[in-house]
């Protein structure tokens, strides 16, 4: 199978300890995968030299032309209309019609005209979202898109994303701090541990995925203890 993703011995560092030491990683088309960690374990240092915006030296790194980004705090310019924002240097002849598809499927379309600074969180990263999903990516990179998020707007978000997944069929890079969230989304999650995957677990549940499923349980206590958080996952995720 061909990947959308190939990275072979990328390593990365800021003259210190290496961040990321020699990783291999590959995606394949459609493929959901979400990245662990602790804080600075590297995974936004990953992140963002696979959306080209940071540079290391790597024997193979095989990325698709067309990835989009939405990170934790959604970037939207307050100068510019919800609709403005999101076809944001899109050089189409139909932007404005992809715009509306696309902020309708976000359940956006009522605040096209709006302004940023008038959205709710949630609204702000849907529509981030919108502008992400509205260039056709083949790769798309989420950093941490809900934690600023209330706990309700995130499992929306969750949702949503679930469904937007299923219909384009991008392939998706989560990275989290969230534990259950990338067992509730991801067929495959890795766990980054001083700078290389100490944890490969792969999910093949399916959706939507709850608490009370002992499967998914098991594989969410897991990925805590790997992580070093212990027991009682339900109920340490739930005070995050």
């Not at 990953?46 to 095989?62: C, E, F």
């Not at 096209?112 to 990179?141: C, H, K």
């Not at 490969?200 to 958080?229: T, W």
């Amino acid at each position: 199978m061909s990947h959308v993703v190939d990275i072979q011995g990328l390593t990365r560092s800021f003259g210190g300890p290496n961040i990321l030491d020699d990783v291999a990683l590959d995606i394949a088309p459609g493929e959901f995968v979400a990245l662990l960690g602790r804080s600075g374990s590297g995974k936004s240092t990953l992140l963002r030299i696979m959306a080209g915006l940071d540079q290391a030296p790597a024997r193979k790194l095989v990325l698709p032309a067309r990835r989009s980004v939405v990170f934790q705090e959604s970037r939207l310019l307050p100068w510019k209309s919800v609709r403005e924002n999101v076809t944001l240097g899109l050089k189409v002849t139909n932007a404005a019609a992809k715009a509306s598809k696309v902020l309708q499927e976000v359940g956006l379309e009522h605040r096209t005209d709006a302004w940023p600074l008038t959205l709710s969180g949630g609204e702000a990263q849907r529509a981030a979202l919108a502008r992400a999903l509205v260039r056709e990516p083949e790769l798309l990179l989420l950093d941490e898109p809900f934690a600023s998020l209330d706990a309700l707007t995130r499992l929306k978000m969750h949702t949503l994303v679930a469904d937007l997944w299923r219909k384009h069929k991008p392939a998706v890079l989560l990275v989290t701090h969230d534990v259950w969230e990338a067992v509730a989304l991801a067929d495959r999650v890795l766990v980054l541990e001083h700078g290389r995957f100490s944890r490969q677990i792969a999910i093949d549940l399916p959706h939507p995925r709850h608490r009370a499923d002992a499967r998914a349980a098991k594989i969410e206590a897991e990925l805590l203890e790997e992580l070093g958080v212990g027991a009682e996952p339900s109920f340490q995720q739930e005070q995050v």
